[in-house]
């Protein structure tokens, strides 16, 4: 895509599309879902709200990385509002998100215990409605090796592939334990590598992207700590050393992204959780401040489409 855009903006192929409920119209709409921890759950609320707005159908693929993709999952299975109890539930969290484990060898970061129990029975995700869908799915991890963003949607082929590429994507390192296999490939976090899969989705074709971000216009991500790049960095240098040169290079993946988005103009359409909003950790526990963080979400989003829809 040239850096200017000609033609229909991405609200006005949102609205057409919306009115007409036809995706006949020779573009490539793609969501785009930023990922950040427990942070997504600010995206969380924006697809609740794309779904109350009736959007659920207007998009021909979905791209998420980290949460971004558990939040996509959600959003395609047709269950956003029961899903989202994943990220206010006490005990779900708790499961979830428990950094004393690693003090017995285990990940702080349960998301074997999340996509095979929870997604499963405590608050089932309907993994055949999203393998049905359209709307095509692409989680997006690092692929440990190359260190690059790998779209996984050519390995998921039933609901067992589906589960370890959203483990996949989320596997944050040492973190979330070992990297995940899938295919022929090891794979880390997607955010390692592009924590908003945009250029991933304009390779493919994309022509109109709607963008949900976690991050407030006004945040920048932090620089890591020492022990972090002792730890870490020190862990992936040996055990990882394609994954290890992309998390050295992400003291400049948001500026890089945000650049690349800038640059297709009206073509992408972005949402943000409102200056001000709280600052959420990506390791976040605190079920009261995620479940006002829903709201935001789900209110930005209204704020900026419901005009839209109402138009149409």
Do not use: K
């Not at 039933?158 to 334990?177: F, V, W, Y």
């Amino acid at each position: 895509m040239s850096s200017s855009s000609i033609g229909p903006t991405v609200a006005e192929v949102i609205r057409a599309r919306r009115d007409t409920a036809s995706r006949a119209d020779g573009h490539r709409l793609v969501l785009v879902i930023e990922g950040g921890g427990s942070r997504g759950v600010y995206a969380g609320g924006m697809v609740q709200a794309l779904e109350e707005l009736g959007l659920s159908g207007v998009f021909d693929a979905v791209y998420g990385t980290s949460a971004g993709a558990l939040n996509g999952a959600w959003f395609l299975s047709g269950r956003v509002v029961p899903g989202m109890r994943t990220w206010t539930d006490p005990d779900i969290m708790r499961g979830t998100v428990y950094p004393a484990r690693m003090l017995r060898g285990r990940p702080a970061f349960d998301l074997r215990w999340l996509v095979h129990q929870v997604y499963e029975g405590i608050e089932p995700m309907d993994f055949p409605a999203i393998l049905a869908n359209p709307t095509t799915f692409h989680p997006v991890a690092t692929d440990i090796r190359t260190g690059l963003a790998v779209d996984l949607h050519p390995h998921i082929v039933d609901q067992a592939t589906l589960q370890t590429a959203l483990r996949a994507s989320a596997g944050l390192p040492i973190l979330a334990g070992p990297p995940v296999a899938l295919g022929s490939s090891r794979y880390f976090d997607g955010g390692l590598a592009e924590s908003v899969p945009i250029r991933l989705a304009v390779r493919d074709g994309a022509t109109h992207s709607l963008i949900l971000r976690t991050r407030r216009l006004d945040e920048h991500r932090p620089p890591a700590s020492r022990l972090h790049q002792i730890v870490g960095g020190g862990y992936l240098r040996l055990r990882a050393p394609g994954a290890y040169r992309a998390w050295l290079a992400r003291t400049g993946q948001q500026g890089a992204e945000d650049r690349f988005t800038a640059a297709l103009t009206t073509a992408a359409l972005q949402i943000h959780p409102p200056v001000g909003s709280p600052d959420i950790d990506s390791a976040c526990r605190d079920t009261d401040l995620l479940t006002t963080a829903i709201e935001i979400g789900r209110r930005a989003t209204h704020a900026t489409l419901g005009a839209i829809v109402a138009a149409a």
